[in-house]
Protein backbone atom coordinates (compact mmCIF):
# COMPACT_ATOMS: atom_id res chain seq x y z
CA UNK A 1 0.00 0.00 0.00
CA UNK A 2 1.32 3.08 -1.10
CA UNK A 3 0.96 7.11 -0.04
CA UNK A 4 0.15 10.07 -1.68
CA UNK A 5 2.90 12.68 -1.26
CA UNK A 6 2.97 16.56 -2.04
CA UNK A 7 4.68 19.28 -2.36
CA UNK A 8 3.17 22.45 -0.63
CA UNK A 9 6.27 24.16 -0.76
CA UNK A 10 4.96 27.60 -2.31
CA UNK A 11 6.22 28.39 -5.89
CA UNK A 12 7.43 30.55 -7.61
CA UNK A 13 10.09 31.93 -5.00
CA UNK A 14 13.10 34.22 -5.86
CA UNK A 15 16.87 33.54 -4.27
CA UNK A 16 19.45 36.02 -4.50
CA UNK A 17 22.86 34.19 -6.17
CA UNK A 18 26.18 35.17 -4.07
CA UNK A 19 26.80 38.03 -7.38
CA UNK A 20 23.69 39.57 -6.52
CA UNK A 21 21.76 38.11 -9.13
CA UNK A 22 18.02 37.46 -8.44
CA UNK A 23 17.10 33.96 -9.33
CA UNK A 24 13.48 32.41 -9.60
CA UNK A 25 12.40 29.14 -8.63
CA UNK A 26 9.66 27.07 -10.07
CA UNK A 27 8.48 23.91 -10.28
CA UNK A 28 9.23 21.85 -13.53
CA UNK A 29 6.20 21.05 -16.18
CA UNK A 30 5.77 19.90 -19.39
CA UNK A 31 5.69 23.01 -20.78
CA UNK A 32 9.47 23.00 -20.00
CA UNK A 33 10.65 19.87 -22.13
CA UNK A 34 11.73 22.09 -24.42
CA UNK A 35 13.71 24.79 -22.19
CA UNK A 36 15.19 22.04 -20.63
CA UNK A 37 16.60 20.74 -24.52
CA UNK A 38 17.97 23.97 -24.92
CA UNK A 39 19.81 24.26 -21.36
CA UNK A 40 21.64 20.73 -21.83
CA UNK A 41 22.55 21.91 -25.56
CA UNK A 42 24.21 24.99 -24.26
CA UNK A 43 26.20 23.40 -21.69
CA UNK A 44 30.12 22.68 -22.50
CA UNK A 45 30.82 19.49 -24.20
CA UNK A 46 32.78 17.63 -20.58
CA UNK A 47 29.67 18.59 -18.43
CA UNK A 48 27.40 16.21 -21.17
CA UNK A 49 29.91 13.68 -20.53
CA UNK A 50 28.63 13.17 -16.95
CA UNK A 51 24.62 13.88 -17.34
CA UNK A 52 23.35 10.92 -15.85
CA UNK A 53 20.68 10.46 -19.00
CA UNK A 54 20.66 12.13 -22.16
CA UNK A 55 18.66 15.16 -21.56
CA UNK A 56 19.84 16.74 -25.03
CA UNK A 57 17.43 14.10 -26.77
CA UNK A 58 13.82 15.51 -26.69
CA UNK A 59 12.42 11.67 -26.04
CA UNK A 60 14.51 11.52 -22.75
CA UNK A 61 13.30 14.65 -21.19
CA UNK A 62 9.40 14.04 -21.99
CA UNK A 63 10.29 10.75 -20.19
CA UNK A 64 11.75 12.82 -17.37
CA UNK A 65 8.02 14.43 -17.80
CA UNK A 66 6.61 11.42 -17.66
CA UNK A 67 8.17 10.83 -14.02
CA UNK A 68 6.87 14.01 -12.85
CA UNK A 69 3.62 14.09 -13.87
CA UNK A 70 3.76 10.30 -12.15
CA UNK A 71 4.45 11.44 -8.99
CA UNK A 72 8.23 9.84 -9.16
CA UNK A 73 9.85 12.77 -9.09
CA UNK A 74 10.36 16.51 -8.34
CA UNK A 75 12.22 18.77 -10.03
CA UNK A 76 12.96 23.01 -9.65
CA UNK A 77 14.19 25.03 -12.52
CA UNK A 78 16.19 28.08 -11.57
CA UNK A 79 15.70 30.81 -14.05
CA UNK A 80 17.13 34.49 -14.80
CA UNK A 81 15.28 36.75 -17.56
CA UNK A 82 13.53 33.81 -18.74
CA UNK A 83 16.64 31.73 -19.04
CA UNK A 84 17.54 28.47 -17.72
CA UNK A 85 20.13 29.23 -14.99
CA UNK A 86 20.20 25.50 -13.82
CA UNK A 87 17.95 22.87 -12.40
CA UNK A 88 17.67 20.46 -9.17
CA UNK A 89 15.59 16.92 -9.41
CA UNK A 90 14.87 14.88 -6.58
CA UNK A 91 13.74 11.36 -7.85
CA UNK A 92 11.97 8.71 -5.73
CA UNK A 93 10.29 5.44 -5.78
CA UNK A 94 6.88 5.12 -3.59
CA UNK A 95 6.46 1.44 -4.22
CA UNK A 96 10.48 -0.03 -3.98
CA UNK A 97 12.39 -1.14 -0.71
CA UNK A 98 14.34 2.04 -1.62
CA UNK A 99 11.35 4.18 -0.74
CA UNK A 100 12.52 6.11 1.84
CA UNK A 101 15.51 7.40 -0.49
CA UNK A 102 15.53 10.16 -2.69
CA UNK A 103 18.09 10.64 -5.13
CA UNK A 104 19.01 14.45 -5.87
CA UNK A 105 20.47 15.67 -9.42
CA UNK A 106 22.07 19.25 -9.65
CA UNK A 107 23.25 21.26 -12.46
CA UNK A 108 23.97 24.69 -12.79
CA UNK A 109 24.59 26.38 -16.62
CA UNK A 110 28.46 27.56 -17.13
CA UNK A 111 27.09 31.31 -16.46
CA UNK A 112 25.95 30.71 -12.83
CA UNK A 113 28.47 28.54 -11.72
CA UNK A 114 30.51 29.84 -8.13
CA UNK A 115 27.53 32.25 -7.03
CA UNK A 116 25.91 29.58 -5.14
CA UNK A 117 23.24 27.86 -7.34
CA UNK A 118 23.78 24.94 -6.43
CA UNK A 119 23.75 25.64 -3.18
CA UNK A 120 20.20 27.32 -3.24
CA UNK A 121 18.83 24.29 -5.49
CA UNK A 122 20.22 21.98 -3.10
CA UNK A 123 18.25 23.53 -0.34
CA UNK A 124 15.32 23.46 -2.41
CA UNK A 125 15.51 20.30 -2.58
CA UNK A 126 16.34 19.58 1.20
CA UNK A 127 13.28 21.19 1.58
CA UNK A 128 10.87 18.58 -0.73
CA UNK A 129 12.82 15.54 0.60
CA UNK A 130 11.66 16.75 4.11
CA UNK A 131 8.11 17.52 2.69
CA UNK A 132 7.92 14.03 0.85
CA UNK A 133 9.11 12.20 4.09
CA UNK A 134 12.15 11.11 2.69
CA UNK A 135 15.00 9.87 5.14
CA UNK A 136 18.16 9.27 3.02
CA UNK A 137 19.17 11.77 0.03
CA UNK A 138 21.38 9.93 -2.58
CA UNK A 139 24.05 12.13 -4.73
CA UNK A 140 25.70 9.72 -7.51
CA UNK A 141 28.97 11.19 -9.38
CA UNK A 142 32.20 10.01 -11.51
CA UNK A 143 35.35 10.08 -9.31
CA UNK A 144 36.03 12.59 -12.27
CA UNK A 145 34.17 15.10 -10.97
CA UNK A 146 35.71 16.84 -7.80
CA UNK A 147 33.73 19.85 -8.32
CA UNK A 148 30.57 18.12 -7.37
CA UNK A 149 32.09 15.99 -5.22
CA UNK A 150 33.54 18.60 -3.27
CA UNK A 151 30.08 20.47 -3.39
CA UNK A 152 27.78 17.64 -1.96
CA UNK A 153 30.48 17.43 0.95
CA UNK A 154 30.30 20.99 1.92
CA UNK A 155 26.48 20.36 2.15
CA UNK A 156 27.07 17.35 4.60
CA UNK A 157 26.89 14.47 2.11
CA UNK A 158 29.48 11.49 3.05
CA UNK A 159 30.69 8.77 0.42
CA UNK A 160 28.78 5.80 0.82
CA UNK A 161 30.47 3.58 -1.78
CA UNK A 162 33.18 3.75 -4.72
CA UNK A 163 31.94 1.21 -7.62
CA UNK A 164 34.90 0.44 -10.29
CA UNK A 165 33.74 1.13 -13.70
CA UNK A 166 30.27 1.46 -13.07
CA UNK A 167 29.05 3.59 -15.71
CA UNK A 168 29.81 4.29 -19.07
CA UNK A 169 29.53 8.11 -20.49
CA UNK A 170 28.58 9.37 -23.73
CA UNK A 171 31.98 8.77 -25.22
CA UNK A 172 32.17 4.76 -24.73
CA UNK A 173 34.47 5.41 -21.74
CA UNK A 174 33.90 3.31 -18.17
CA UNK A 175 34.26 5.59 -15.14
CA UNK A 176 34.27 4.61 -11.67
CA UNK A 177 30.75 6.19 -9.46
CA UNK A 178 30.90 7.89 -6.43
CA UNK A 179 27.84 6.85 -4.00
CA UNK A 180 27.36 9.62 -1.49
CA UNK A 181 24.45 10.14 1.11
CA UNK A 182 23.10 12.21 3.49
CA UNK A 183 20.62 11.66 6.23
CA UNK A 184 17.58 13.96 5.71
CA UNK A 185 16.10 14.00 9.64
CA UNK A 186 19.28 15.99 10.73
CA UNK A 187 19.25 18.30 7.62
CA UNK A 188 19.71 21.98 9.48
CA UNK A 189 17.41 24.85 8.85
CA UNK A 190 20.15 27.06 7.85
CA UNK A 191 19.80 25.73 4.11
CA UNK A 192 16.62 26.87 3.64
Known amino acids: MTETRTIRRAYPRSTTLDSGTTIALRLMTAADAPLIVA ?43 GEVAGYASLHYNEIAWQRHLGEIRIQAGAR ?57 DRAGRTRDLVVAAYDVEGLTEHLD
Open 112 to 168: YRSQGLGRALAGEMFAVARELRLRKLVAQMTVDQPGAIATFERLGFRPEALLPDFVI
Open 39 to 81: FARSLPPDDLLFLRTDITDPRVVAQWVRNLEAGRSVTVIAENA
